[in-house]
Structures are given as structure tokens and as C-alpha cells.
């Protein structure tokens, strides 16, 4: 997330992390826009998805209890 500002992060690690949150997060929504997102073109709107993106998943991680602050 914190590279997104500088190039797109659509690489095969962020991928893997994507997948390895699959059974973590009740909702899929957060991790297909982190994803999109990572392959934006633009730099500001690239930054902007994945952190919105991120907020999302981290949410998602909560409710299901397996993030905790």
C-alpha cells in the first residue's frame, strides 16, 4: 500500500498476500479493489484505492477477529 504512490503493486506478492487473506475476511469485496487498484495506471488514484481498499480488509480482519489494534 505504501509503494502504490510511487508504481503499480499488481506483483506476484501482493497477489499471494490477496489470496492468503481469502480465508480470513467473511466479505471478498476489499481484497478484489486492494487488487484493481494495485494495477491502476495513475499514481494518485492508484494510492488512494489501495488505502481505501486496505481500510476495508483490515475491517473485514476485525469482524472476523483475527486483527487486533
Known amino acids: ?5 510511487e508504481g503499480r ?8 498476500a490477496l489470496r492468503c487473506l481469502l480465508h480470513h475476511c467473511p466479505d471478498r469485496w476489499p ?4 487488487w484493481d487498484a494495485a494495477k491502476g495506471d495513475n ?8 488505502t481505501a481498499a486496505f481500510n476495508g480488509i483490515i475491517r473485514q480482519l476485525r ?6 489494534d
Open 31 to 34: 481484497l478484489e479493489l486492494f
Open 9 to 16: 503493486v499488481d506483483t506476484i506478492e501482493v497477489r499471494l
Open 43 to 50: 499514481d494518485i488514484g492508484r494510492a488512494q484505492g489501495t
Open 1 to 5: 500500500m505504501t509503494r502504490a504512490g
Open 63 to 68: 469482524l472476523a477477529g483475527k486483527y487486533q
